[in-house]
Protein backbone atom coordinates (compact mmCIF):
# COMPACT_ATOMS: atom_id res chain seq x y z
CA UNK A 1 0.00 0.00 0.00
CA UNK A 2 1.62 3.60 -0.69
CA UNK A 3 2.15 5.84 1.99
CA UNK A 4 -0.52 8.31 3.22
CA UNK A 5 0.11 12.25 1.46
CA UNK A 6 2.04 13.92 3.30
CA UNK A 7 -0.49 16.73 4.91
CA UNK A 8 0.51 20.20 3.39
CA UNK A 9 0.50 23.05 5.38
CA UNK A 10 0.72 25.54 1.99
CA UNK A 11 -2.41 27.72 1.66
CA UNK A 12 -3.44 28.39 -1.66
CA UNK A 13 -2.51 31.83 -3.49
CA UNK A 14 -4.66 34.54 -3.26
CA UNK A 15 -6.44 34.05 0.07
CA UNK A 16 -9.52 35.84 0.22
CA UNK A 17 -10.24 36.92 3.60
CA UNK A 18 -6.40 38.64 3.10
CA UNK A 19 -7.51 40.81 0.03
CA UNK A 20 -6.98 44.51 1.08
CA UNK A 21 -3.92 44.07 3.18
CA UNK A 22 -0.67 45.44 0.96
CA UNK A 23 1.90 42.87 1.29
CA UNK A 24 5.43 45.17 1.33
CA UNK A 25 8.31 43.57 -0.57
CA UNK A 26 12.09 44.80 -1.52
CA UNK A 27 13.40 42.70 -5.13
CA UNK A 28 17.30 42.55 -4.77
CA UNK A 29 18.82 41.50 -8.32
CA UNK A 30 16.86 42.30 -11.48
CA UNK A 31 18.07 39.11 -12.96
CA UNK A 32 17.17 35.64 -14.31
CA UNK A 33 16.15 34.59 -11.13
CA UNK A 34 14.08 36.92 -10.21
CA UNK A 35 12.36 37.69 -13.23
CA UNK A 36 12.88 34.31 -15.25
CA UNK A 37 14.51 33.16 -18.67
CA UNK A 38 14.72 30.49 -21.02
CA UNK A 39 17.11 28.43 -19.40
CA UNK A 40 14.91 27.45 -16.70
CA UNK A 41 11.46 28.02 -14.32
CA UNK A 42 13.18 30.06 -11.79
CA UNK A 43 11.07 32.95 -11.65
CA UNK A 44 10.48 34.64 -7.92
CA UNK A 45 8.64 37.56 -8.97
CA UNK A 46 5.96 35.30 -10.83
CA UNK A 47 5.57 33.25 -7.86
CA UNK A 48 5.26 36.11 -5.40
CA UNK A 49 2.49 37.63 -7.52
CA UNK A 50 0.71 33.74 -8.21
CA UNK A 51 0.49 33.66 -3.94
CA UNK A 52 -0.12 36.98 -2.72
CA UNK A 53 -2.07 38.27 -5.83
CA UNK A 54 -3.27 42.26 -5.57
CA UNK A 55 -1.63 42.37 -2.21
CA UNK A 56 1.80 42.30 -3.48
CA UNK A 57 3.58 45.72 -3.89
CA UNK A 58 7.02 45.27 -4.40
CA UNK A 59 7.93 48.59 -3.31
CA UNK A 60 11.96 49.10 -4.66
CA UNK A 61 13.97 46.85 -7.16
CA UNK A 62 17.89 46.93 -6.01
CA UNK A 63 20.22 46.46 -9.05
CA UNK A 64 23.11 48.40 -9.68
CA UNK A 65 22.79 47.66 -13.82
CA UNK A 66 19.64 50.28 -13.53
CA UNK A 67 19.01 50.25 -17.06
CA UNK A 68 18.33 46.16 -17.25
CA UNK A 69 15.97 47.13 -14.11
CA UNK A 70 13.84 49.64 -16.00
CA UNK A 71 13.29 46.93 -18.55
CA UNK A 72 12.09 44.23 -16.36
CA UNK A 73 10.01 46.67 -14.23
CA UNK A 74 8.73 48.13 -17.29
CA UNK A 75 6.88 44.48 -18.75
CA UNK A 76 5.55 44.39 -15.31
CA UNK A 77 3.92 47.57 -15.58
CA UNK A 78 2.53 46.53 -18.85
CA UNK A 79 1.01 43.28 -18.01
CA UNK A 80 -1.90 42.44 -15.72
CA UNK A 81 0.38 42.61 -12.49
CA UNK A 82 0.86 46.21 -12.94
CA UNK A 83 -0.27 47.19 -9.48
CA UNK A 84 2.13 45.12 -7.91
CA UNK A 85 4.68 47.18 -9.64
CA UNK A 86 2.98 50.71 -10.12
CA UNK A 87 5.09 52.27 -7.32
CA UNK A 88 7.83 50.56 -7.57
CA UNK A 89 11.16 52.46 -7.13
CA UNK A 90 14.68 51.73 -8.76
CA UNK A 91 18.06 51.41 -6.91
CA UNK A 92 21.48 51.08 -7.21
CA UNK A 93 22.09 50.10 -3.76
CA UNK A 94 20.38 49.26 -0.31
CA UNK A 95 22.02 51.95 1.44
CA UNK A 96 20.41 54.32 -1.42
CA UNK A 97 17.15 52.57 -0.65
CA UNK A 98 17.73 53.00 3.46
CA UNK A 99 18.35 56.60 2.46
CA UNK A 100 15.02 57.47 0.41
CA UNK A 101 12.65 55.29 1.81
CA UNK A 102 9.35 56.56 3.16
CA UNK A 103 7.50 55.07 6.19
CA UNK A 104 5.13 53.68 3.90
CA UNK A 105 7.76 51.74 1.72
CA UNK A 106 8.69 49.57 4.85
CA UNK A 107 9.65 46.12 3.48
CA UNK A 108 7.29 43.01 5.13
CA UNK A 109 9.84 40.46 3.29
CA UNK A 110 13.34 41.50 1.62
CA UNK A 111 14.00 38.85 -1.21
CA UNK A 112 17.32 38.60 -2.41
CA UNK A 113 18.28 36.90 -5.82
CA UNK A 114 21.70 39.16 -6.21
CA UNK A 115 24.74 36.99 -7.43
CA UNK A 116 26.11 35.16 -4.92
CA UNK A 117 29.21 36.98 -5.16
CA UNK A 118 27.75 39.80 -3.54
CA UNK A 119 26.42 38.07 -0.61
CA UNK A 120 27.14 35.56 2.10
CA UNK A 121 30.11 37.17 4.15
CA UNK A 122 30.93 39.15 6.67
CA UNK A 123 32.88 41.89 4.36
CA UNK A 124 32.22 45.47 3.32
CA UNK A 125 30.72 45.03 -0.09
CA UNK A 126 29.71 41.26 0.07
CA UNK A 127 27.56 41.64 3.48
CA UNK A 128 24.59 42.12 2.04
CA UNK A 129 22.33 40.24 4.62
CA UNK A 130 24.12 42.01 7.42
CA UNK A 131 22.91 45.24 6.07
CA UNK A 132 19.36 43.89 5.83
CA UNK A 133 19.21 43.13 9.56
CA UNK A 134 20.94 45.97 10.24
CA UNK A 135 18.63 48.41 8.59
CA UNK A 136 15.43 46.47 8.89
CA UNK A 137 15.62 44.57 12.09
CA UNK A 138 13.28 41.67 12.60
CA UNK A 139 11.76 41.42 8.28
CA UNK A 140 12.00 38.17 7.03
CA UNK A 141 14.20 37.12 4.41
CA UNK A 142 14.46 34.93 1.01
CA UNK A 143 17.82 34.25 0.07
CA UNK A 144 18.67 32.27 -3.20
CA UNK A 145 20.95 29.62 -3.21
CA UNK A 146 24.11 29.15 -2.60
CA UNK A 147 24.09 31.62 0.29
CA UNK A 148 27.44 32.93 -0.95
CA UNK A 149 30.36 32.24 -3.26
CA UNK A 150 33.81 33.22 -2.93
CA UNK A 151 37.37 31.80 -1.79
CA UNK A 152 36.98 28.42 0.58
CA UNK A 153 39.01 30.68 3.12
CA UNK A 154 36.09 32.47 3.67
CA UNK A 155 33.13 29.76 4.46
CA UNK A 156 33.09 30.24 8.39
CA UNK A 157 32.16 33.95 6.74
CA UNK A 158 29.10 32.48 5.73
CA UNK A 159 28.50 30.74 9.30
CA UNK A 160 29.28 34.03 11.06
CA UNK A 161 26.59 35.31 9.01
CA UNK A 162 24.17 32.70 9.53
CA UNK A 163 24.66 33.20 13.26
CA UNK A 164 23.60 37.31 12.80
CA UNK A 165 20.53 36.21 11.13
CA UNK A 166 19.45 33.75 14.16
CA UNK A 167 20.33 35.72 16.81
CA UNK A 168 18.37 38.90 14.69
CA UNK A 169 15.26 36.55 15.40
CA UNK A 170 14.34 37.24 11.74
CA UNK A 171 12.68 34.60 9.75
CA UNK A 172 15.33 33.10 6.86
CA UNK A 173 14.19 30.73 3.96
CA UNK A 174 17.12 29.60 1.34
CA UNK A 175 16.48 28.70 -1.88
CA UNK A 176 16.90 25.10 -1.93
CA UNK A 177 13.59 24.59 -3.55
CA UNK A 178 13.54 20.77 -4.54
CA UNK A 179 13.57 19.84 -0.60
CA UNK A 180 9.33 21.28 -1.49
CA UNK A 181 9.14 18.43 -4.04
CA UNK A 182 6.02 16.28 -3.48
CA UNK A 183 8.60 13.36 -4.21
CA UNK A 184 10.69 14.52 -1.90
CA UNK A 185 8.42 14.91 0.58
CA UNK A 186 6.69 11.16 -0.41
CA UNK A 187 10.21 9.94 -0.03
CA UNK A 188 11.16 11.88 3.75
CA UNK A 189 7.64 10.30 4.89
CA UNK A 190 8.15 6.76 3.41
CA UNK A 191 11.64 6.67 5.63
CA UNK A 192 10.03 8.16 8.90
CA UNK A 193 6.65 6.19 8.80
CA UNK A 194 8.94 3.06 8.61
CA UNK A 195 11.63 4.26 11.07
CA UNK A 196 14.17 3.58 8.30
CA UNK A 197 18.00 4.54 8.75
CA UNK A 198 19.19 5.49 5.10
CA UNK A 199 22.29 3.20 4.41
CA UNK A 200 23.72 4.95 1.18
CA UNK A 201 22.17 8.04 -0.93
CA UNK A 202 23.41 8.39 -4.82
CA UNK A 203 23.33 11.36 -7.03
CA UNK A 204 23.67 12.03 -10.73
CA UNK A 205 23.30 15.58 -12.23
CA UNK A 206 24.04 15.47 -15.74
CA UNK A 207 23.01 19.65 -17.29
CA UNK A 208 22.68 20.32 -20.69
CA UNK A 209 25.62 22.84 -21.30
CA UNK A 210 24.69 23.78 -24.79
CA UNK A 211 22.24 25.86 -23.40
CA UNK A 212 24.16 27.60 -20.80
CA UNK A 213 25.28 30.94 -22.19
CA UNK A 214 26.41 32.43 -19.44
CA UNK A 215 30.43 33.14 -19.43
CA UNK A 216 30.41 33.68 -16.04
CA UNK A 217 29.11 29.64 -15.14
CA UNK A 218 32.48 28.43 -17.45
CA UNK A 219 34.76 30.06 -15.09
CA UNK A 220 35.27 29.17 -11.72
CA UNK A 221 36.94 32.79 -10.75
CA UNK A 222 33.30 34.03 -11.26
CA UNK A 223 31.37 31.04 -10.25
CA UNK A 224 33.39 28.55 -8.43
CA UNK A 225 32.67 25.88 -10.80
CA UNK A 226 29.52 23.34 -11.34
CA UNK A 227 29.53 21.76 -7.83
CA UNK A 228 29.17 24.65 -5.61
CA UNK A 229 26.85 27.22 -8.62
CA UNK A 230 24.75 24.16 -9.70
CA UNK A 231 25.41 20.71 -8.88
CA UNK A 232 24.85 22.27 -4.61
CA UNK A 233 21.11 21.09 -5.36
CA UNK A 234 22.17 17.56 -5.42
CA UNK A 235 24.40 18.07 -2.83
CA UNK A 236 21.55 19.70 -0.70
CA UNK A 237 18.84 16.79 -1.45
CA UNK A 238 21.89 14.15 -0.45
CA UNK A 239 22.16 15.98 3.73
CA UNK A 240 18.87 16.07 3.46
CA UNK A 241 18.52 12.56 3.56
CA UNK A 242 21.50 11.09 4.56
CA UNK A 243 22.27 13.49 7.30
CA UNK A 244 25.22 15.56 8.24
CA UNK A 245 28.09 14.79 6.18
CA UNK A 246 31.72 13.96 7.94
CA UNK A 247 33.82 16.57 5.69
CA UNK A 248 37.23 14.87 6.49
CA UNK A 249 35.85 12.16 4.33
CA UNK A 250 35.08 13.33 0.99
CA UNK A 251 36.98 11.90 -1.95
CA UNK A 252 36.61 12.96 -5.13
CA UNK A 253 38.16 13.31 -8.75
CA UNK A 254 37.43 15.30 -12.07
CA UNK A 255 37.75 15.28 -15.26
CA UNK A 256 39.10 18.32 -17.14
CA UNK A 257 39.03 20.61 -19.84
CA UNK A 258 42.11 19.35 -21.57
CA UNK A 259 41.99 15.80 -21.00
CA UNK A 260 40.92 14.00 -23.97
CA UNK A 261 37.73 12.87 -22.69
CA UNK A 262 36.66 16.40 -21.56
CA UNK A 263 36.58 17.97 -24.83
CA UNK A 264 33.08 18.93 -25.69
CA UNK A 265 31.73 19.84 -29.61
CA UNK A 266 28.61 22.82 -28.74
CA UNK A 267 30.15 25.12 -25.97
CA UNK A 268 27.89 28.51 -26.40
CA UNK A 269 30.30 30.77 -25.07
CA UNK A 270 34.25 31.67 -26.19
CA UNK A 271 36.08 29.44 -23.47
CA UNK A 272 39.53 30.68 -24.85
CA UNK A 273 39.02 33.62 -23.24
CA UNK A 274 38.51 32.14 -19.69
CA UNK A 275 42.31 31.64 -18.18
CA UNK A 276 43.27 27.60 -18.75
CA UNK A 277 43.25 27.01 -14.61
CA UNK A 278 39.55 28.85 -14.47
CA UNK A 279 37.84 26.23 -16.78
CA UNK A 280 35.65 24.50 -15.59
CA UNK A 281 36.07 20.46 -15.25
CA UNK A 282 33.53 18.39 -17.29
CA UNK A 283 33.03 15.45 -14.47
CA UNK A 284 33.45 15.75 -10.49
CA UNK A 285 32.50 12.47 -9.18
CA UNK A 286 32.68 11.77 -5.10
CA UNK A 287 32.31 10.01 -2.18
CA UNK A 288 31.94 10.53 1.56
CA UNK A 289 30.66 9.40 4.32
CA UNK A 290 28.12 10.89 6.45
CA UNK A 291 28.07 10.79 10.37
CA UNK A 292 25.81 8.52 10.74
CA UNK A 293 28.10 5.92 8.76
CA UNK A 294 25.93 5.55 5.74
CA UNK A 295 27.70 6.19 2.78
CA UNK A 296 27.15 8.89 0.03
CA UNK A 297 28.39 9.60 -3.50
CA UNK A 298 27.76 12.41 -6.24
CA UNK A 299 28.84 12.98 -10.00
CA UNK A 300 27.91 15.81 -11.63
CA UNK A 301 28.49 16.25 -15.84
CA UNK A 302 28.89 18.59 -18.22
CA UNK A 303 27.82 16.55 -21.65
CA UNK A 304 24.25 17.02 -22.57
CA UNK A 305 22.81 19.16 -25.66
CA UNK A 306 19.89 20.43 -26.00
CA UNK A 307 18.22 21.88 -23.08
CA UNK A 308 16.75 19.28 -20.71
CA UNK A 309 18.77 18.15 -17.85
CA UNK A 310 19.38 14.42 -17.00
CA UNK A 311 19.42 14.07 -12.70
CA UNK A 312 18.49 11.43 -10.51
CA UNK A 313 18.66 10.77 -6.48
CA UNK A 314 18.60 7.21 -4.94
CA UNK A 315 18.41 6.71 -1.31
CA UNK A 316 18.88 2.81 0.14
CA UNK A 317 17.74 1.47 3.74
CA UNK A 318 17.00 -1.75 4.88
CA UNK A 319 14.69 -3.17 2.14
CA UNK A 320 13.77 0.28 0.34
CA UNK A 321 14.88 1.83 -2.75
CA UNK A 322 13.34 5.24 -3.05
CA UNK A 323 14.76 6.75 -7.02
CA UNK A 324 13.99 10.47 -7.90
CA UNK A 325 14.21 10.91 -11.30
CA UNK A 326 13.99 14.38 -13.30
CA UNK A 327 12.77 16.12 -10.76
CA UNK A 328 13.59 19.55 -12.36
CA UNK A 329 10.50 19.00 -15.35
CA UNK A 330 8.37 15.61 -14.75
CA UNK A 331 9.31 14.84 -10.62
CA UNK A 332 8.68 10.88 -10.93
CA UNK A 333 9.51 8.43 -7.29
CA UNK A 334 10.16 4.69 -7.67
CA UNK A 335 9.87 3.34 -4.76
CA UNK A 336 11.03 -0.68 -4.25
CA UNK A 337 9.70 -1.78 -0.95
CA UNK A 338 9.94 -5.00 1.27
CA UNK A 339 7.42 -7.87 -0.35
CA UNK A 340 7.90 -6.76 -3.69
CA UNK A 341 10.65 -6.98 -6.45
CA UNK A 342 9.25 -4.51 -8.65
CA UNK A 343 9.12 -0.73 -8.14
CA UNK A 344 5.68 1.20 -7.72
CA UNK A 345 5.52 4.57 -9.53
CA UNK A 346 4.78 7.67 -8.10
CA UNK A 347 3.94 10.86 -11.29
CA UNK A 348 3.30 14.00 -9.65
CA UNK A 349 1.60 16.15 -12.17
CA UNK A 350 2.16 20.47 -11.74
CA UNK A 351 4.32 20.33 -8.86
CA UNK A 352 5.93 23.74 -8.60
CA UNK A 353 8.66 24.01 -5.72
CA UNK A 354 9.36 27.15 -6.59
CA UNK A 355 6.00 28.23 -5.75
CA UNK A 356 6.16 26.28 -2.43
CA UNK A 357 9.19 27.50 -0.91
CA UNK A 358 7.23 31.02 -1.22
CA UNK A 359 3.94 29.96 -0.80
CA UNK A 360 5.29 28.33 2.97
CA UNK A 361 7.70 31.65 3.84
CA UNK A 362 4.55 33.88 2.94
CA UNK A 363 2.52 31.67 5.41
CA UNK A 364 5.03 31.44 8.11
CA UNK A 365 5.25 35.04 7.87
CA UNK A 366 1.72 35.60 8.22
CA UNK A 367 0.47 32.89 10.09
CA UNK A 368 3.74 31.95 11.95
CA UNK A 369 5.78 28.57 12.47
CA UNK A 370 2.32 26.17 12.97
CA UNK A 371 1.29 26.91 9.56
CA UNK A 372 4.14 26.18 7.34
CA UNK A 373 7.53 24.85 7.27
CA UNK A 374 10.80 26.77 5.89
CA UNK A 375 12.59 23.08 4.85
CA UNK A 376 16.46 25.11 4.17
CA UNK A 377 17.55 27.54 7.07
CA UNK A 378 20.49 29.94 6.67
CA UNK A 379 22.83 27.63 8.70
CA UNK A 380 21.67 24.86 7.15
CA UNK A 381 22.33 26.17 3.96
CA UNK A 382 26.05 27.28 4.75
CA UNK A 383 26.68 23.45 5.64
CA UNK A 384 25.49 22.47 1.96
CA UNK A 385 28.28 25.46 0.78
CA UNK A 386 30.66 23.67 3.07
CA UNK A 387 30.40 20.47 1.86
CA UNK A 388 30.17 21.57 -1.85
CA UNK A 389 33.39 23.06 -1.47
CA UNK A 390 35.03 20.04 0.55
CA UNK A 391 33.94 18.59 -2.88
CA UNK A 392 35.52 21.06 -5.12
CA UNK A 393 38.54 21.10 -2.84
CA UNK A 394 38.99 17.07 -3.30
CA UNK A 395 38.64 16.89 -6.77
CA UNK A 396 41.23 19.46 -7.46
CA UNK A 397 43.74 17.63 -5.33
CA UNK A 398 43.59 14.84 -7.51
CA UNK A 399 43.75 16.64 -10.26
CA UNK A 400 45.95 16.16 -13.58
Not at 333 to 352: K, S
Amino acid sequence: MPPRSRPTSRRGSIDPQLLGDEFNVIFIGAGNIMFGSPEGPWNHSFRLEHKLGPRLKVVALIDPAVDRAAIVLQKKRDSFVVSAYADTRIFKTLDEFVKNATPEEAPQAVIVGCPPAFRGSTSPGRDLELQIIKHFPGVPLFVEKPVATGAHDAVEEAFAVAKAIDDSGAICSVGYMLRYLRAVQMMKQIIEENNLTVMSTIARYACAYEAIAKEDWWDKARSYGPIIEQGTHFCDLSRYFGGEVDISSVVAHSLEWHENAGRLSKIPIDESKIKPENRIPRVTSATWKYESGAVGSMTHVVALQGTNYSCELEVYADGYSLKLVNPYVQPTLYVRAPGDDYEQVHRFENDDPFFSEVSNLIDVIEDGPESAEILSSYEDACRTYEFTWAIRQASEKHRR
